[in-house]
Each structure stands twice: as C-alpha cells, then as structure tokens.
C-alpha cells in the first residue's frame, strides 16, 4: 500500500537491463505531496480568497489574481480557462493569472467570464471565478 506522501520526496530510480550486459540508467525524481484544494486570491489590495465568487470586474481583474494549493508543499503547475473565447486566460509557473481581452473581440459589461483553475498533478483539483463587466480600460 502507498504512504502518503506530507512533503516533497526525493529518490533516484535506478534502472539495470535484465539480458546481463550490465547497462544502467538512473533518473532523479520527486514526489510531491497531492494537491487536495486550490483557492483563487485577489492581490490587488492584500490577499482576499476569491474562489467561488461573482466579482464586478471592469478592467480590475486583468492581472491581480494568484492560485494557492494546499497543502502549500505540493506540486506547483496549473492550467487555466476562460468560459469565453473574448477573454485569453494564461496561469505563470508562480500562480499569477493573467487575462487579456482578444483583439477585435467584443464582449458587454453584463457578460459573465468563469475562469478556472485545474491542477496538474493528477488530482484533477479545480477552482474558479466567475468576473462580470470584464474591460481592458479603465
């Protein structure tokens, strides 16, 4: 049976042909702990959990929103989508989302953007936050 895994682990795994020529090969790998939440923060005025909200966004979103995981010491990667093809949504390797309005798309003040976030470290964890009145002005 597995153990659970509390803090990053790190092994070599080592690999030996079976036909007796003597040939190994080693790989280094580490072994995080299973993402079990993720939360969406705003940062633009300290650090507000946001996950599951219906913000009023304007232009207020673009790029002060962070992902967390917990436990804090898990894998560290991410995939983000917007619900709407207007609004491009792309996640950096230290949380930070950032949106941006797609040349010549249009999208009103009343439409509702849901963009979630998913890990990737198989637990298929999500988290999301639905933006109303997205703008790139303002």
């Not at 659970?4 to 682990?9: E, F, L, Q, R």
């Not at 042909?17 to 580490?30: E, Y």
């Not at 207020?60 to 929103?65: G, H, L, P, T």
């Not at 804090?72 to 491009?88: C, D, E």
Request: charged share 15%; proline share 3%.
């Amino acid at each position: 049976k597995a153990k659970a895994v509390t803090a990053p682990k790190y092994v070599t795994v080592t690999a030996t042909a079976a036909d007796g020529g003597g040939a190994t090969a080693s790989i280094d790998v580490v072994i995080y702990p299973i993402v079990t939440k993720i939360n969406i923060f705003d940062t633009s005025f300290g650090k507000v959990n946001v996950t599951g909200n219906k913000l009023w966004a304007g232009s207020y979103y673009m790029n002060s929103m962070c992902v967390e995981n917990s436990p804090a010491l898990s894998y560290k990667g991410w995939t983000v989508t917007s619900s709407n093809k207007a609004v491009a949504a792309s996640i950096d390797a230290t949380g930070k989302i950032h949106l941006s309005l797609v040349p010549g798309a249009a999208i009103t003040e009343k439409t509702v953007v849901t963009i979630t976030v998913k890990a990737m470290d198989g637990s298929n964890k999500t988290a999301s936050v639905r933006l109303v009145g997205l703008t790139q002005e303002n």
